[in-house]
């Protein structure tokens, strides 16, 4: 899922408050859990919060920031549809939710995991392809 951490999270008090939430958040990012949404002007607040939280790996988190927003920068401008934006007040609930894995629940296994596996290879989601064992087709009458 691609997602997008407001600067103001960041800065000042809030982002001492929300730090241990936001490096979470990150970790998903680092780990390829989830895609970081971020406009290239905003990669020095990520640089100045994580030399203030995490100076040890700030460089390495920086230059994800980095890769993110350039990714982001060459984007279409459509590139915002689909992002979850995290706020203050639902940031522990968005991360409970982030660090779940996707359930896919369909009517009919066999005809629905055609369409489905035909998406996949569409989009290049070769871990929705893997994903398919007979455990993970659930199907619903």
């Known amino acids: 899922m691609r997602v997008e951490i407001p600067v103001d999270l960041l800065k000042g008090r809030e982002g001492d408050e929300n730090a241990e939430l936001i490096l979470k958040l990150i970790a ?3 780990e390829a859990r989830h895609e970081w949404a971020i406009s290239p002007r905003d ?3 990520v640089h100045a919060f994580l030399e203030r939280h995490l100076p040890v790996l700030a460089q390495s988190y ?3 920031a980095q890769k993110a927003s350039m990714a982001q920068a060459w984007a ?3 590139g915002v549809v689909g992002v979850v934006r995290v706020a203050s007040e639902t940031l522990t609930a968005d991360i409970r939710d982030l660090e779940r894995p996707a359930v896919l629940v369909v009517e009919n296994a066999i005809y629905d995991w055609q369409m489905i596996e035909a998406l996949a290879r569409l ?7 893997d994903a398919k064992t007979p455990f993970h087709l659930v199907s619903r009458r």
Do not use: K, Q, T
Not at 123 to 129: Q, R
């Open 28 to 30: 998903f990012f680092r």
């Open 43 to 45: 990669v020095d607040a």
């Open 62 to 64: 920086l230059l994800l």
């Open 76 to 78: 279409p401008h459509e």
């Open 123 to 129: 989009l290049g989601c070769e871990d929705v392809i």
